[in-house]
C-alpha cells in the first residue's frame, strides 16, 4: 500500500467558526482545533462540531493540537475531552485560557502540553512544528507537519504584517527554509478571500486609537475584541499616557487582562486600574472604559451601557464610545440598535465604517494570502476556514500562483492526499451540537424550539379505558392562533381526533398518539395553515 493521509474537515470549512479538522494516517488520528460558533437562537449560546465520528476513532485518535486560543479554535475541549481523554497540545496564550475552561468544567487531570512557535512534538507518523504567524491574538501559530505522504502546511489563522508591533512574530525564515525542501500541500485561512489588497496593520490602528482618545473631552469607552492582547496593551498606554484611569468592564476584558499580565504580554497595571463604582466618581476627562460586547450581545456590559441599565456606570452627552471591532456578519442589527442608543443621548461614537483605521483585522487580505502561496510554493492547495464563497476567492489566487492540484473540501468530506494525488473518497457524518449553559442540548431539542417558535405547541390529551376512547380528547393551542378563536379552534381539533380514533381499539398507546397527533397536524395545515409542535400522551382512566 503506498503511503497516505487523509483530511477530514468536521468544522470551519462550509462557515465561519466552529475549526474543528482531523488528520489521519494508518492508526493514528489526531484533531487540529476544537472550537465553537457563537448563536442566541433560541436560548442556545453556541454550537460545537458533533464529535460522533471523532469519538469513533477513539482507538485511533492520539492527541487534539491547538493553534491559537481564539473561541472558534478552542471552545468546543472540554465537550469533546468529557468523551474522549487525549493530550492537548496548544501554545502559552491559549493553553491559559484552556486551563480557565477546563477549571469551569470540572475537568481535571487533562494533559495539556504546552509549547511556543519552534517547538516539536510527534504523534505517530506525524512530526508537528509550530510557527508563528500574525494574529489578532498572541502566540498564534501554524503547523509544519511531516507527514508520510510529505511536508504540509495547515497556516492557523494569519495575516501577514509589513511593520509588526512588539510581540508579533512571523516565522518567514523557517518557512523559507521548508519551502526550499518541497511542501506538499498547504491548507490556509481563507477569511479574507473576499478582501483586495493588505489588511490594517495593527500598529495604524493603535495611532488612531490614540488619536481618538486624545481628541475625547469626557469619558472614552474602548469596545475591542478582548482577546486581542495588541489592541489591549495599546489601549492600556494610551490611557496612561493620557492621564486616565482604567474600568474594565465584563468578564471577559478582565480574564484576558489576567492573563496578558500573567505571561508579561502587558506591563504591570495595578495602579491604572480602578472600579466601576470608583470611576463614576472621577472627572470624566480621567476614566477610559476597557470593554467587550462589541458585538450587540444582549448580556454584554455594552449593551447595559447603552441601554442605561449598568448599576454604576452612566454615560452621558460628550462622552466618546470607540468600537475598536467589525461587526461579525449577521450581528448588524444588535450593533446598530446600541449604537443609535449611545447616539440619541448625544454621545459621540466611533467605528469602522466611517474611520477604517480604527480596527486591523487579525485575517489576511488577498494580498497576504498570495504571499504565503509564494512564500511556501506548495505543490497541492485546500482553502480551509470559511464559507464556499471564500474557498472558490482563494483557490483562485492559488490557481494565479501556478498551484497544479487545488481541492475544495466542505465539513463531512473525507480528502485522500498521497505523495502526486489529491482525491475525495468519501465523507463522514457531520454536524452542529447546541450548547446551552455549559451543557449540549440533546438530539432535537433545538428542532422542537424552533418549531415551537415558528409554529406555536399543540398539546392532546387522551383518555382511554381498555384500549378505547372513553370521551373527547382535550385539546390545548398556544402561540398558534389568536385567543378570540382558540377555544373554538381547540374544540374542532378534539372532534377531528375524536373522529379519527373513535370506535378503534388500541393494544399500543403509542399509536393512538400518533394518529392523534397526524390527524392534528393535517387539520391545522388543511383548516389555518398552521405547523406548530404537537404534543400527544393517552392516559389510561381507571
Ligand atoms: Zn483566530
Ligand atoms: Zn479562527
Redesign the pocket.
Known sequence: MTDSLRFIPLGGLSEI?M?CAALASGDTVFAIDC?VGFTDELGADMFHPDFAWLEEQRDRLRAIVVTHG?E??IGALPYLLKRVRVPVYAPPYAAALIRDRLREHRLEDIDLRVGSAGSRFEIGPFTVERFAVHHSIADATGLILDTPVGTVVHTG?FKIESEPCAGQLFDRERLEEVARDGVRLLFSDS?GADVEGTSNLECTAEDALERWVARSPHRVVVATFSSNVFRLRAALRIARAHGRKVCLLGMSVRNHTEVATALKLVPPIDSLLVSAEVSATLPRHEVMIITGGTQGEPRASLTRLAREEHSYLHLSEGDTVIFSSRIIPGNELAVLDVINRFERRGLEVITRREHPEIHASGHGSREEQRSMLRLLRPEAFVPV?GTHRHHRRHAELAREEGVAQIELVENGKVLEVTRDSLELVGSVPVGRVYVERMEPLGKGVIEDRRAMASGGLVTISIAMKDGRLKSSPRVLARGVVGTDIRSRVEQKVANHIRDKLKGRSFTRHELAEEIAIEAARRFLIHHHRKRPLIAAAVVEAS
Open positions: 467558526g475549526n472550537g481564539h472558534d479554535h489563522d477569511t476556514h
